[in-house]
């Protein structure tokens, strides 16, 4: 018994005179233990960094940088096409849907409504938008039956799909619906890379011609908004 006492009690002057009595300040690096990261090489925002000739922590971009946009492009600068491979042009039709001031119409040079569009646009429609506008467009997805989602916009509606509705949505309208969202509607730039953006307007657009065609077809003055038409209706009628 008495060497165990004799053994902590030199312990703990072992301890003490190695690491010092708590709050003791050193003159030597102190032994650490565990790190816990407390020292690392980055440079902290807006502060000087050793590293650099200009002792300038926070860099400038390197030139002949482009700003990049909502999406990643799809192909370096140099081989591709600034626009249509993604890169942000202020103010370019293609990235913002309007011309000047105003929402344009109809397809961004460069795109033509073919069959890899459409069914592209269909592929991402069916991806990012059926869940609550619904296969056909109709506004009745699955999400449309929870939460105060309900009413999910049907695109089928004049104000969407009657270019002689005052209140219509031009092309270029709907690119900034989705980009930016619209009321209880969320954006979805950060998700849908422009080009598939405007496939999905193709796409909207066929939705709603198979139902004018099917409408049409039965005689009625009126489309049926409510009317089912299938994505491969809306495919064939191109
Ligand atoms: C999470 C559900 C949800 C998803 C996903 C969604 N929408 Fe919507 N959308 C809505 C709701 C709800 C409204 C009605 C907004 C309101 O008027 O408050 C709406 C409205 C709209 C409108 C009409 C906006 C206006 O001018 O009144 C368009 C066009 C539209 N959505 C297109 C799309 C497209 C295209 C996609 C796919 C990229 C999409 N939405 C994905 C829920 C959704």
């Not at 165990?4 to 050193?26: C, D, E, N, P, S």
């Not at 200009?54 to 192909?75: K, N, Q, T």
């Not at 467009?137 to 009413?151: K, Q, V």
Request: charged share 20%; with cysteine; net charge negative.
């Amino acid at each position: 018994m008495r060497y165990l006492f004799l053994a902590m009690i030199l312990g703990a002057l072992l301890v003490v005179g190695m690491f010092g009595l708590r709050g003791h300040k050193f003159s030597e690096t102190p032994v650490e233990i565990f790190p816990d990261m407390d020292r690392q090489d980055r440079v902290n925002a807006q502060s000087r960094s050793g590293f650099f000739a200009d002792g300038v922590g926070s860099r400038e971009p390197v030139a002949g940088v482009l700003p990049m946009g909502f999406s990643i492009p799809d192909a370096p600068v140099e081989d591709g096409d600034p626009v249509l491979d993604g890169f942000s042009l202020p103010g370019s039709y293609f990235n913002s849907g309007r011309i000047g001031e105003h929402y344009g119409d109809g397809m961004p040079d460069g795109l033509t409504v073919d069959e890899s569009l459409l069914s592209r646009g269909k592929e991402r429609f069916g991806i990012y938008c059926a869940i609550c506008h619904g296969a056909s467009g109709d506004g009745e997805g699955t999400l449309a039956n929870f939460g105060n989602m309900r009413p999910v916009a049907n695109l089928h509606m004049p104000q969407f799909a009657d270019s002689s509705n005052p209140q219509y949505r031009p092309d270029g309208e709907l690119f900034e619906i989705i980009t930016i969202g619209r009321a209880r509607m969320g954006a979805y730039g950060g998700a849908i890379p422009a080009a598939d953006r405007w496939a999905i307007i193709a796409y909207v657009r066929a939705l709603q011609n198979a139902v004018k065609k099917a409408a049409a077809d039965k005689g009625a003055a009126e489309p049926e908004p409510d009317a089912d038409v299938s994505p491969q209706q809306a495919l064939n009628n191109q």
